[in-house]
């Protein structure tokens, strides 16, 4: 029950943020509604979130973490190294099957595979 009410104040507070960021209530309502992440900001969603969320959820995590993952580094013109959706979905799927890795930040996983991947 609990987890639910905080994916309600998530979607709350992803659409207050989308209409004070020049979006629309309907734009922040649609990112929803689509899958384009798990839970926000990126940087919180766990590999327990991934265990719940289904492949259309999934797909669009990888998504904001790729374009989190991928944006503007230190270097002028760099960009941050990122991974393949599918690549991205084995490696979560790997790790996240795991007791253990409940806890575990996906930008964390992504961040760490992408800079040896060489993408």
Known sequence: MVHHAARAALALATLALASCMGGSAEEGQAALDSGARIGA???LVRC???SEADVRE???TIEALREFAGGPTGSPGGRG???EDDEAYE???RWCRNSY???F???KLY???AAFSGG
């Open 41 to 43: 900001p990126t940087q």
């Open 48 to 50: 327990a979130d991934w």
């Open 58 to 60: 999934r797909y669009g």
């Open 81 to 83: 190294a990122t991974l």
């Open 91 to 93: 490696l979560f799927e």
């Open 101 to 103: 890795a409940r806890g």
């Open 105 to 107: 930040r996906l930008y």
């Open 111 to 113: 961040t760490r595979a």
